[in-house]
Nanobody, 126 residues
């Protein structure tokens, strides 16, 4: 069972940047795709980024494409989410998640993530 711990959230102004980190432990990190999700109050959870096990494939929805960048450091068992040009609508709790299947050939979809962190709050003021 993998343990995931997010950090890096906070209160920023519109246009600012933040970098979230997620430290993983408990299994071989480099074998699994990783993802970031977010959930705002009263809204459904949104899939905002994913990266495959090797780091060669990334996914972003249109809502964050060009502003957010996911990356991973397999030597540090850590995945990052660099968020630039933040908007008030980016306000949410951000969760790190891990794929349940090692060495997945295609990029994981939202349904493939089965392990979650506790979340970190990101608040963007206008």
């Amino acid at each position: 069972q993998v343990q995931l711990v997010e950090s890096g959230g906070g209160l920023v102004q519109a246009g600012d940047s933040l970098r979230l980190s997620c430290a993983a432990s408990g299994r071989t990190f480099s074998r699994y795709a990783m993802g970031w999700f977010r959930q705002a109050p009263g809204k459904e959870r949104e899939f905002v980024a994913a990266i495959n096990w090797s780091g060669g494939i990334r996914y972003y929805p249109d809502s964050v494409k060009g502003r957010f960048t996911i990356s991973r450091d397999n030597a540090k068992n850590t995945v990052y989410l660099q968020m630039n040009s933040l908007r008030p609508e980016d306000t949410a709790v951000y969760y790190c998640a891990a794929d349940v299947t090692p060495f997945r050939m295609a990029l994981a979809t939202a349904a493939d993530f089965g392990s979650w962190g506790q979340g970190t709050q990101v608040t963007v003021s206008s």
